[in-house]
């Protein structure tokens, strides 16, 4: 199954570091080893970095990149710990951090895991396996107001307040244990006419991954952190998967690329008055036809990068 992973936006990614023969890299979220093994391949002089929270993911990619080179550091921690992690082995600035965000192809596809809504496994969706808070704790447990709260602002669902109360309606006689059981539930409060086209449960999922997972809370923190450490003509490269991180990404980038509003039209802005970053592409990049028909899970990613120019 692992063997099997397809990295999204491989070539694209990668080549949007402008990797040297001596740099240092970040890859804060290794996964299963895609984009870390082609990176490694590409900086022999250089050293590479690599956060992940998952320790299945860890095992296995610490093989996969001992195949590559010995020339790196698995650091098994949240990637909002970036500088903090990186400033115990004496890092201070590096010259490329990519980000792969979201659940990986390998957790989504190991049933038992409990992120997807097609395999029946126990409720959990922990990335981090030491993590105190599974989906169990926040499908059982949540108020109605809090599951309807983060149904619609992490699954962007219409039906989101019917669904929660249809699950407190169901947890009255019993809990809800597995993911299938969860799924029989939402299919309950969505009218029939709105299954046809996508699977009822599919946003759910999603919301309550993120909710336990914290998912968009780490983002920004974990951008503003990569930034800092970057040097001047580095570069932060994120894969975003749907349109809530894409949004943030966006509008953190855009944010620190912007000239002051009361310099703009002025016709020789001072260098110390113009932006520390700038766009390496003003639009997202997507994915090719090529790569969608190899993998169709590709289909709503998205890629921004930033450089830091001075």
């Keep these: 199954m692992k063997e099997k992973h397809i990295s999204v936006l491989l070539e694209e990614s990668i080549s949007s570091l402008n990797l040297k023969d001596d740099s240092i890299i970040v890859d804060c979220t290794l996964g299963y080893g895609g984009h ?5 391949a590409r900086i022999k002089k250089g050293f590479l970095f690599a ?26 921690s949240n990637f909002v710990h970036l500088k903090e992690k990186l400033r ?12 792969d965000l979201g659940v990986s192809s390998p957790q989504l596809d ?21 993590n105190p808070l599974s989906a169990y704790e926040v499908v059982n447990n949540y108020s109605k107001e809090e599951l309807s709260r983060i149904f619609y602002k992490y699954g962007e669902d ?11 309606e169901y947890r009255a006689t019993k809990p809800i244990e597995t993911t ?3 799924v029989e539930v939402i299919k309950t409060a969505v009218p029939m006419k709105f299954r046809i086209d996508k699977h009822p449960a599919r946003q759910i999922f999603q919301a309550i991954r993120i909710e336990v997972n914290k998912e968009l809370d780490v983002i920004e923190p974990a951008l503003e952190q990569a930034l800092s450490i970057l040097k001047v003509g580095g570069r932060v490269a994120v894969i975003t998967f749907h349109s809530l991180e894409d949004r943030l990404v966006k509008n953190f980038f855009k944010e ?27 639009k997202a990049i997507s ?6 028909e190899n993998n169709p899970r590709a289909r709503s990613a998205k890629l921004r990068v930033i450089e830091r120019i001075k």
């Design 36 to 40: 870390s093994s082609n990176i490694l």
């Design 51 to 76: 956060f992940d929270q998952d320790s299945e993911a860890i095992r296995h990619s610490t093989d996969r990149l001992n195949a590559v080179g010995t020339n790196f550091t698995i650091i098994k």
């Design 88 to 99: 115990e082995l004496d890092v201070d600035k590096v010259d490329g951090v990519l980000f």
């Design 110 to 130: 190991d049933g038992e895991r409990g992120f997807s809504y097609h395999e029946d496994a126990r409720l959990d969706m922990r990335m981090d396996r030491d």
């Design 158 to 168: 219409k039906f989101s307040n019917n669904i929660a109360k249809k699950i407190v």
């Design 180 to 182: 299938l059981e969860l």
């Design 256 to 282: 620190k690329c912007a000239i002051d509003e009361r310099l703009k039209g002025m016709p020789n802005i001072p260098k110390e008055y113009l932006p520390d970053f700038s766009l390496v592409v003003n």
């Design 287 to 292: 994915p090719s036809e090529e790569e969608l």
